[in-house]
């Protein structure tokens, strides 16, 4: 099926580790997102992507990295886990600006 | 930065009953979409408002553009147990951040049968 794909769907990991959560689309979408959500909050803008080869701050950004080399992908990265980084994560893609975003179904990370 | 302010923050109703949302900004925004969130699942696109005034339905569900573009509504009619969920009124501002959407906080709604 056409849509967003995540994964992993599930990881637990300690203080301190890394690990990359992947994100791929195959609707040739150009703009590409990664959301948190966690309680209360809504949906938190982490990163983004306006096209291969570029990727740009949103509003959450301290603690994460992100890469788009492939239109296709758009991976985001921990470099040292911390607890409040327990959250859920939503990758998201659009086609063009002021069109609603096509959501993944989530990662749910645990930092212990 | 640009809020939005989404109300109620959770609802309980009774299988049947007619629901409303809304959501209201301090800015102007030039789209505005509610999307609906299951359990588990990422936020799935109910309803787009492309122009101040619009009135667009999508089956039970009616979303209108607010006239001073700084608000929305989505009205639910005869509620059913799937409409549980939480759900999410976003707003894209072309001149913010290469467009980028923001969010509310979420309208939590249950359905008692």
């Known amino acids: 099926n056409a849509g967003v794909t995540q994964t992993p769907k599930f990881r637990v990991l300690k203080t301190g580790q890394s690990m990359t959560l992947l994100c791929a689309q195959d609707?040739?979408?150009?703009?590409m997102y990664w959301y948190r959500q966690d309680p209360g909050m809504g949906l938190r803008l982490i990163h983004y992507?306006?096209?291969?080869?570029?990727?740009a701050k949103g509003e959450v950004p301290d603690g994460y990295n992100v890469s788009r080399l492939k239109k296709q992908n758009f991976l985001l990265g921990l470099e040292s886990a911390a607890p409040s980084q327990t959250s859920v994560y939503f990758c998201?893609?659009?086609?063009?600006?002021?069109?609603?975003?096509?959501f993944g179904s989530g990662t749910r990370l645990t930092v212990v | 930065g640009q809020q939005l302010n989404q109300s109620p923050q959770s609802m309980f109703i009774q299988e049947g009953e007619d629901v409303s949302m809304n959501c209201t900004s301090s800015?102007?925004?030039?789209?505005w979409l509610w999307y609906k969130q299951d359990p588990g699942e990422g936020p799935v696109l109910l309803i787009a408002?492309?122009?101040?005034?619009e009135l667009t339905s999508n089956g039970r569900l009616t979303a209108q553009f607010g006239i001073t573009r700084k608000d929305s509504f989505l009205n639910i009619s005869a509620s059913i147990p799937s409409d549980v969920g939480i759900y999410f009124c976003?707003?894209?501002?072309?001149?913010?951040?290469?467009?980028?959407?923001?969010f509310g906080k979420g309208t939590k709604l249950s359905v008692k049968p």
């Open positions: 998201a893609s659009t086609s063009r600006q002021g069109h609603g975003y096509t």
């Open positions: 609707m040739n979408h150009e703009y």
């Open positions: 992507s306006v096209g291969e080869g570029t990727t």
């Open positions: 800015s102007i925004f030039n789209t």
């Open positions: 408002l492309y122009k101040a005034g």
């Open positions: 976003a707003g894209l501002n072309y001149g913010g951040s290469q467009g980028n959407l923001i």
